[in-house]
T-cell receptor, first 111, second 117 residues
Framework: TQLLEQSPQFLSIQEGENLTVYCNSS?????LQWYRQEPGEGPVLLVT?????EVKKLKRLTFQFGDARKDSSLHITAAQPGDTGLYLC???????????FGTGTRLTIIP | KAGVTQTPRYLIKTRGQQVTLSCSPI?????VSWYQQTPGQGLQFLFE???????NKGNFPGRFSGRQFSNSRSEMNVSTLELGDSALYLC????????????????FGPGTRLTVL
């Protein structure tokens, strides 16, 4: 059973468009992270959110943690080819719980 | 500060063989986690070591094992390789042990691409 479901699984859009990626679960997480992974490399941490309702911005990327801490979204404004990659959300349930990764969203930005 | 390093980067083995992968965490990081990444299953947790002790374990068979040394470097071993073990094996390190309510910020290495023929 996959605890974290991401949607869409694949997304291909034109440069300059906006997009939103979703990460949903029926479980509550104490924190949630977003990573971006490029081919041949390991995932790189983008952001960590820990408070329900929290919104964090990283340049053109906006991350939101749901009020109930069961879901999160990543919004990209004016997408650029450099945003291309596999986006992964990952949740932790506190204490010594392991990090659980989502199913991933493969994003392609077309110049 | 140097990032997480993994060796080797690429490896080709045949069924039945065994393999050892190595991971050097970021200096000062005491926790090392291992993950298997495949197109079908995504990123799956193998195990985590902290101060030379296995603290968490995922749902993988006993053919997958690991250890951590006193300098926090870690190795992962897979015995009796199967075709399905072909994957990208990722190592991630984090600063210290987790306490209730804290979050686990991990830094990943580039991975070892294992191909089993």
């Amino acid at each position: 059973t996959q605890l974290l479901e991401q949607s869409p699984q694949f997304l291909s859009i034109q440069e300059g468009e906006n997009l939103t990626v979703y990460c949903n679960s029926s479980s509550v997480f104490s924190s949630l992270q977003w990573y971006r992974q490029e081919p041949g490399e390991g995932p790189v941490l983008l952001v960590t959110v820990v408070t329900g309702g929290e919104v964090k911005k990283l340049k053109r990327l906006t991350f939101q943690f749901g009020d109930a801490r069961k879901d999160s979204s990543l919004h990209i404004t004016a997408a650029q080819p450099g945003d291309t990659g596999l986006y992964l959300c990952a949740g932790a349930r506190g204490g010594n719980e392991k990090l659980t990764f989502g199913t991933g969203t493969r994003l392609t930005i077309i110049p | 500060k140097a990032g997480v390093t993994q060796t080797p980067r690429y490896l080709i083995k045949t069924r039945g063989q065994q393999v050892t992968l190595s991971c050097s965490p970021i200096s000062g990081h005491r926790s090392v986690s291992w993950y298997q990444q495949t197109p079908g299953q995504g990123l799956q947790f193998l195990f985590e070591y902290f101060s030379e002790t296995q603290r968490n374990k995922g749902n993988f068979p006993g053919r997958f094992s690991g250890r951590q040394f006193s300098n926090s470097r870690s190795e992962m071993n897979v015995s009796t390789l199967e075709l399905g073990d072909s994957a990208l094996y990722l190592c991630a390190s984090s600063l210290q042990g987790r306490r209730f309510g804290s979050y686990n910020e991990q830094f990943f290495g580039p991975g070892t691409r294992l191909t089993v023929l």
